[in-house]
Nanobody, 114 residues
């Protein structure tokens, strides 16, 4: 059973930064893609950023230039560095593992507010 455990969420002021972590219970070295999704209040879940096993990255237009996704295969962990946070970034952020199946973490709340 694959487990993904997110951490690093919290309350931050506009313009601030947070780093989310997603620790996987299995090796992510050969996993096709790892990603971060988010679901804001009253909104559908959306892709924020994704990184493939060869290191290619993809970002939602709304976070380009502010967010950076990275992976540490030795630690089986994926990160999302979030800078210049805005109130509209407020959401529950979910880690996703995509291979032959798709797996989700339990989510971590990010609130951007003054």
């Amino acid at each position: 059973q694959v487990q993904l455990v997110e951490s690093g969420g919290g309350l931050v002021q506009p313009g601030g930064s947070l780093r989310l972590s997603c620790a996987a219970s299995i090796s992510i070295f050969r996993i096709f893609a790892m990603g971060w999704y988010r679901q804001g209040p009253g909104k559908q879940r959306e892709l924020v950023a994704q990184i493939t096993r060869n290191g290619s990255t993809h970002y939602a237009d709304s976070v380009k230039g502010r967010f950076t996704i990275s992976r540490d295969n030795a630690k089986n962990t994926v990160y999302l560095q979030m800078n210049s946070l805005k109130p509209e970034d407020t959401a529950v952020y979910y880690c996703n593992m995509l291979n032959s199946d798709s797996y989700w973490g339990q989510g971590t709340q990010v609130t951007v507010s003054s």
